[in-house]
């Protein structure tokens, strides 16, 4: 595939950076992942606040202005065929002389890295076949600053690990007794007919597939609400859903080793999943 690399584009296998840039010795950067459906990108004017903003809240300046990152997303969707691809963002505090926790000296160029992969056919695309997945709980063991969307991504790593090594799909994370979000998903539950997930604040990441779901209630009169979701809460869920721009809306039919309801998908997942594929054509 082709990859995107400080102003040139050239095959991902032939990109070099250096052992000196701080997102390799301090994971000192911020990424995206922005879905592409048929060569468009999809919410694109939403990832690329959220993009500005995570630079923004650490201090990094734009490498690129708002205005001229379609172009270069466009190309690089071109360049990899278009089609259906998950494309990845990520900048960097960029290369210094020395190992320094400081930030480096102004004018330090940041590294800009994109790259597009295929991707497979989420399960909103087939409500009615989709089986669900199942999920464990975890401690949050991440920072108090959850809402940059930081390529820091240890404790992540580390609990979706723990879910795979379960034979899970997913890690749902609890804190002081609270359900925040997956290890790379937000969180919903359905209680009574009533969609909830937990408000964006600075312990999750503000999904954007997140804010469509809620835009799609909305739209439908589906009830929902933003509130904090107990631990409580969630092992007595009618519904447990995850959302992520890769794999759209998800419902989790175990949790820890317990069914969900009957195990199924449940039928508020199943409308607004189809209201879900209905709004991306
Ligand atoms: N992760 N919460 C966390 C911790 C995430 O890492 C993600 C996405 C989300 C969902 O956000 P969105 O709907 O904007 O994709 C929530 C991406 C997909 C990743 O790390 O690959």
Same mark, same amino acid.
């Given at each position: 595939?082709?990859?995107? /690399?400080?102003?040139?584009?050239? +095959?991902?296998?032939?990109?070099?950076?250096?052992? %000196?840039?701080?997102?390799?010795?301090?994971?000192?950067?911020?990424?995206?992942? *922005?879905?592409?459906?048929?060569?468009?990108?999809?919410?694109?004017?939403?990832?690329?606040?959220?993009?500005?903003?995570?630079?923004?809240?650490?201090?990094?300046?734009?490498?690129?202005?708002?205005?001229?990152?379609? #172009?270069?997303?466009?190309?690089?969707?071109?360049?990899?065929?278009? &089609?259906? $691809?998950?494309?990845? /963002?990520?900048?960097?505090? &960029?290369?210094?002389?020395?190992?320094?926790?400081?930030?480096?000296?102004?004018?330090?160029?940041?590294?800009?890295?994109? %790259?597009?992969? +295929?991707?497979?056919?989420?399960? #909103?695309?087939?409500?009615?076949?989709?089986?669900?997945?199942?999920? @464990?709980?975890? +401690?949050? *063991?991440?920072? $108090?600053?959850?809402?940059?969307?930081?390529?820091?991504?240890?404790?992540? *790593? $580390?609990?979706?690990?723990?879910?795979?090594?379960?034979? =899970?799909?997913? =890690?749902?994370?609890?804190?002081?007794?609270? =359900?925040?979000?997956?290890?790379?998903?937000? /969180?919903?539950?359905?209680?009574?007919?009533?969609?909830?997930?937990? +408000?964006?604040?600075?312990?999750?990441?503000?999904? @954007?597939?997140?804010?469509?779901?809620?835009?799609?209630?909305?739209?439908?009169?589906?009830?929902?609400?933003?509130?904090?979701?107990?631990?409580?809460?969630?092992? &007595?869920?009618?519904?447990?859903?995850?959302?992520?721009?890769?794999?759209? %809306?998800?419902?989790?039919?175990?949790?820890?080793?317990?069914?969900?309801?009957? #195990?199924?998908?449940?039928?508020?997942?199943?409308?607004? =999943?189809? $209201?879900?594929?209905?709004?991306?054509?």
């Amino acid at each position: 595939s082709i990859a995107y /690399l400080n102003g040139e584009f050239l +095959p991902l296998a032939e990109a070099r950076i250096s052992p %000196m840039d701080r997102g390799f010795l301090f994971a000192d950067g911020i990424y995206e992942v *922005i879905p592409v459906y048929g060569g468009t990108p999809f919410r694109l004017d939403e990832h690329l606040t959220r993009l500005e903003r995570s630079l923004a809240e650490i201090q990094l300046a734009a490498p690129l202005a708002r205005a001229d990152w379609p #172009a270069l997303i466009d190309t690089l969707i071109r360049k990899n065929g278009g &089609g259906n $691809l998950s494309l990845y /963002l990520q900048i960097t505090r &960029g290369t210094a002389a020395v190992r320094d926790h400081a930030f480096p000296p102004p004018g330090t160029p940041p590294t800009v890295f994109a %790259m597009a992969s +295929p991707m497979s056919a989420p399960a #909103a695309d087939s409500p009615d076949t989709t089986a669900g997945v199942a999920a @464990i709980t975890v +401690p949050d *063991i991440r920072w $108090l600053r959850c809402d940059i969307k930081s390529v820091s991504l240890l404790p992540n *790593i $580390l609990m979706r690990q723990r879910a795979v090594s379960a034979g =899970a799909t997913e =890690a749902i994370m609890l804190r002081d007794g609270l =359900a925040s979000e997956g290890a790379a998903s937000n /969180l919903f539950i359905v209680h009574d007919g009533t969609v909830i997930t937990p +408000p964006k604040d600075h312990l999750i990441l503000g999904g @954007i597939t997140r804010d469509l779901v809620l835009e799609l209630c909305a739209a439908h009169n589906v009830p929902y609400r933003e509130a904090p979701v107990t631990e409580a809460n969630l092992r &007595g869920a009618d519904e447990i859903w995850l959302t992520s721009s890769t794999r759209e %809306m998800v419902p989790v039919v175990n949790l820890d080793g317990q069914a969900v309801s009957n #195990a199924r998908p449940g039928p508020v997942w199943r409308r607004v =999943a189809r $209201l879900y594929v209905d709004f991306k054509r």
